[in-house]
T-cell receptor
């Protein structure tokens, strides 16, 4: 039973354009959501997070949107750069779990120069 | 700040052999996690420690997997005997604990079981 789903295994975007990565979750107990970026042969690195009390969080070129009623979140990257090419994982946790993360299966983003 | 360290980075063993992975978390991080990432999937939690005590090992196949956290710092994860389906990247991660702070991951150990 996948509690966090990323339905697009891959996404290609032209440099300078917007990248939108999507994530759906099923467990309504989740109240904290994160995006991690992973390069080959490296561990995932934290990118941005959002608490369920918010619907938007920005950090530079990265913005995460949360739609609790739809149990959906998305990561927007504007403008996309070739160095953003990586696998992006959506993850979720809930209060009291000591940051125990449940991950989606990832989306491979390729930014074309 | 030094990151999470793991060794070895790569390991190839035959099925039914045993293997051990080592992790050194970020200094001062009370919570340590071991995740298994099978190719094409997201990381899946195997075990979580708070200091040297186990918080959650419900996803750990205890008939073959074991883990310990020595003196609340370093940790080892062992598989004995290994199966073909254990081929994966084993990721160690740590956080400050108490539900706060970012979870930081190490580079992982890629295990191939033949």
């Amino acid at each position: 039973d996948q509690q966090v789903k990323q339905n697009s295994p891959s996404l290609s975007v032209q440099e300078g354009r917007i990248s939108i990565l999507n994530c759906d979750y099923t467990n309504s107990m989740f109240d904290y959501f994160l995006w991690y970026k992973k390069y080959p042969a490296e561990g995932p690195t934290f990118l941005i997070s959002i608490s369920s009390i918010k619907d938007k969080n920005e950090d530079g070129r990265f913005t995460v949107f949360l739609n609790k009623s739809a149990k959906h979140l998305s990561l927007h990257i504007v403008p996309s750069q070739p160095g953003d090419s990586a696998v992006y994982f959506c993850a979720a946790s809930f209060s009291g779990s000591a940051r125990q993360l449940t991950f989606g299966s990832g989306t491979q983003l390729t930014v074309l120069p | 700040e030094a990151g999470v360290a793991q060794s070895p980075r790569y390991k190839i063993i035959e099925k039914r052999q045993s293997v051990a992975f080592w992790c050194n978390p970020i200094s001062g991080h009370a919570t340590l996690y071991w995740y298994q990432q099978i190719l094409g999937q997201g990381p899946k939690l195997l075990i979580q420690f708070q200091n040297n005590g186990v918080v959650d090992d419900s996803q750990l196949p205890k008939d073959r997997f074991s883990a310990e956290r020595l003196k609340g710092v370093d940790s080892t994860l062992k598989i004995q005997p290994a199966k073909l389906e254990d081929s994966a990247v084993y990721l160690c991660a740590s956080s400050k604990g108490g539900g706060s702070g970012t979870v930081s991951f190490g580079p992982g150990t890629r295990l191939t079981v033949t």
